[in-house]
């Protein structure tokens, strides 16, 4: 006997569905109810928290990100991957709701392909900063969350957007995004310069992350690096973040030393110069 008959089950229609996202008025709400307001209202309000970081150099842009996707106060994967490919020559760090950010790196994927087939050439990462911000920008105001660094390489040299769902779109050479930034930029403006060796690229990506997953507890798990070049992009490493904290602890206690010593020889300086003043005057009173 068939289940439909045992459970009186219909198969569902899929004559209707569509790979296409739908239109910004076609949201399934109640009748009567205006889309932003119901979802303010009633939309979930989970708190999710990250570190991502991206900034452009002479060698090419370098992007980093934590693995800690949380929902609340709940650590829903320790070793998620925040850091997107779109096509050789492009990724992108997500810092939001990982399905909001899954899902529109899914669109971008295909109207790329669709104008590189169109057009015989993939558009340049400033083209696909705006096509991106375009998109998201009709559905503002319908609780998306999502704010994403481009990091790419075309035919200018490399480039680094900053786009989030608000259509918001701005070009610079260091951002950082999440819950973890503050901290992350603390590091950056300390260390960044755009003449950069690599492996000191590296070094300050790993050591802004490393330090804001210590101070921010939204963040955590691992470090992911990437490196966007002119031949493409290339996945450096994952380090333990807890790993990476304790190393660079280690790295400050000869600097601290030294700064002890320092101080002490400066303290000491002034009393014997005082010392020796008195000794003088106590003579010529004599």
């Not at 004559?15 to 209202?41: E, I, K, M, N, Y």
């Not at 939001?96 to 669109?107: K, L, P, Q």
């Not at 260091?174 to 901290?183: A, D, L, M, N």
Request: overall charge negative.
């Amino acid at each position: 006997m068939a289940l439909q008959d045992v459970c009186k089950w219909q198969a569902p229609d899929t004559s209707g569905l569509s790979p296409h996202l739908p239109q910004a008025g076609g949201w399934a709400v109640p009748p009567g109810c205006d889309p932003q307001t119901f979802l303010r209202t009633h939309g979930p309000r989970l708190a999710h928290g990250t570190t991502t970081l991206a900034f452009r150099f002479r060698h090419g842009v370098i992007a980093a990100a934590d693995t800690r996707a949380s929902c609340g106060s709940y650590v829903q994967c320790p070793a998620s991957r925040k850091i997107l490919p779109v096509h050789r020559h492009l990724l992108g760090t997500t810092s939001g709701t990982s399905a909001d950010c899954a899902t529109w790196y899914r669109v971008l994927r295909r109207e790329l392909r669709l104008r590189a087939l169109r057009e015989g050439q993939l558009p340049s990462v400033a083209g696909a900063a705006r096509l991106l911000s375009a998109l998201m920008s009709c559905y503002r105001g319908l609780d998306l969350c999502v704010a994403t660094a481009l990091c790419g390489w075309d035919r200018s040299g490399p480039a680094l957007f900053y786009v989030d769902s608000d259509g918001t779109r701005l070009q610079g050479n260091i951002f950082s995004v999440g819950s973890g930034s503050p901290y992350a930029y603390g590091v950056l403006d300390r260390g960044y310069h755009y003449d950069m060796s690599p492996q000191e690229a590296y070094a300050l990506a790993r050591r802004a992350v490393t330090h804001a997953t210590h101070r921010d507890a939204y963040s955590g798990g691992s470090v992911d690096l990437f490196h966007v070049r002119e031949s493409g992009w290339e996945y450096v490493s994952r380090s333990d973040a807890c790993v990476l904290y304790w190393e660079l602890q280690k790295l400050r206690e000869p600097e601290k030393e030294e700064e002890e010593e320092e101080a002490s020889q400066d303290q000491a300086e002034p009393a014997t110069l005082h010392r020796d003043s008195r000794m003088a005057a106590e003579t010529e009173m004599l």
